[in-house]
């Protein structure tokens, strides 16, 4: 039995009579998991993702959610095993790049990148060297987990260094000896400070990214991706968004829908015996700052309501 027979059996993909169900991979554990779960949940899909099982069935959709490592996403939708997956960009990048270089399939098709797992792949050194740009890499040896986006860099800062693959604890290797720098994930920096260590150079931009099989689906099924896409954009564009209620003095009006971030045609409605204001409603697509909030005050709005917004379609 081949890997895709076992695969699409145990993934209960189409038989005779039944509707494929949509396979997508997430992370089991780890930074993107919650998150991607989190997503699901705003999309309405019907999950149990507590327990510990490989393959969890939607309730309410013909989906099946496959938990596995962050490595294995890429090449499970490169392969055509699933159809969607979510995996940080930097993970993606590298399995493109190694496939490339290996004359292997490397095709897939982002979906849409999302708002979270933000991280930068750099480059960082002892806290106390010396660094004069790039070149003060050349003849030292890199660790990292990621060799092909470094040599990618190296490679296009003209810098002939070496490097050393290790899957964990990256931000050991200059004090175990190893490696002289390394080339490694940060996105507060406490990691790099509490080894001795300092960024000298960011390499690689990352987000976590929902990306598609570029195998074709059947009708139904590639209309079940649509809808889900369209569900994850309304939940990021309504965490991104605000809805806010004021009352502002009819005269000022112009001045303080100028003041609301991204807010089109908002509501006027008017107020019970009051000639002088009205109420004002609108979505913002940013959050209202306590700055532009005292300016909107300032200009003799009052009852100022920043509102969450839980879903948003159209
Ligand atoms: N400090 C961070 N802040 C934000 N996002 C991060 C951070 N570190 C990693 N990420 C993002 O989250 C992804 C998963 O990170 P995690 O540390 O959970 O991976 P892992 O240990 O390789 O997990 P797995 O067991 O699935 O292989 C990374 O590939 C990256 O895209
Ligand atoms: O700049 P910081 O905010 O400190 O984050 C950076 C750290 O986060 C990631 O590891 P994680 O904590 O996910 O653990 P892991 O190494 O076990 O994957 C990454 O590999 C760094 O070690
Ligand atoms: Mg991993």
């Known amino acids: 039995m081949t890997l895709n027979q076992t695969s699409n059996q145990q993934l209960g993909q189409a ?66 095993v699933v159809d969607l997956g979510i995996v940080g960009e930097n993970v993606l990048e590298e399995e493109r790049l190694e496939r490339c270089a290996t004359n292997r399939s490397a095709e897939f098709a982002t979906l849409r990148r999302l708002d979270f797992g933000g991280c930068r792949l750099s480059i960082a050194i002892d806290k106390d ?77 990352s987000k976590a990214t929902l990306i598609q099989s570029t195998k074709v689906l059947d009708t139904a099924t590639q209309e079940l991706v649509d809808k889900l896409l369209t569900r994850i954009n309304g939940v990021i564009q309504a965490k991104e968004s605000k809805y806010i209620m004021l009352h502002a003095p009819k005269a ?8 609301l971030p991204g807010a089109e045609n908002p509501t006027i409605l008017p107020l019970a015996d009051d000639k002088e204001r009205v109420a004002l409603h609108a979505v913002s697509s940013e959050t209202l700052f306590w ?24």
């Open 129 to 205: 060297a010396q660094y004069q740009g790039p070149q003060s890499l050349a003849g030292t040896r890199i660790a990292t987990t990621y060799p092909y986006l470094l040599q990618r860099y190296l490679d296009n800062a003209g810098v002939n260094a070496s490097s050393c693959m290790l899957k964990g604890s990256v931000e050991v290797a200059p004090r175990a000896g190893l490696a002289d720098s390394i080339c490694d994930l940060v996105s507060t920096g406490a990691t790099l400070e509490a080894n001795g260590l300092k960024e000298a150079e960011v390499i690689f931009r």
């Open 252 to 259: 000022q009006l112009e001045q303080v829908i100028s003041l």
């Open 291 to 314: 700055d532009t909030m005292e300016e909107l005050k300032a200009l003799g709005a009052s009852s100022i309501l920043v509102l969450p917004i839980e879903k948003m379609l159209g």
């Open 15 to 80: 038989t005779p009579n039944t509707q494929a169900r949509l396979r997508i991979a997430i992370q089991k554990s780890g930074r993107l998991a919650d998150e991607c779960a989190t997503l699901f949940k705003g999309a309405g899909l019907k999950l149990n993702l507590r327990d510990q099982r490989l393959l969890s069935h939607c309730q309410n959709l013909p989906i099946d959610i496959l938990r596995v490592r962050d490595d294995d996403i890429p090449g499970l939708v490169m392969d055509g």
